[in-house]
């Protein structure tokens, strides 16, 4: 039975941010067709959509530290007295 490699969803801010951009100037040079400004568009949402969600992660992940920090820091104070 063949193992499944894990596929990496996290989404990669800075690739997908750079790649934002870079579709950006693209299209505000207008020099693209129609039709290759409304794919770049598409293209453009769904990286949009990508570094949104990383960035919800990302506090997430934030809100989880200072929670157990602070949990940490109350348990340490509980010591000392």
């Not at 990669?12 to 750079?18: D, T």
């Not at 769904?46 to 809100?63: F, G, P, R, V, Y």
């Amino acid at each position: 039975m063949a193992k499944k490699t894990p596929t990496n969803k996290t989404p990669n801010f800075e690739k997908a941010l750079s790649e934002l951009e870079s579709l950006v100037d693209d299209m505000e040079q207008g020099h693209l067709s129609l039709e290759e400004s409304l794919k770049r568009f598409e293209k453009g949402i769904a990286l949009s959509t990508e570094c949104q969600q990383a960035l919800q992660n990302a506090e997430l992940k934030i809100k989880q530290l200072v929670e157990k920090n602070g949990k940490l820091l109350e348990q340490d104070i509980d010591l000392e007295t």
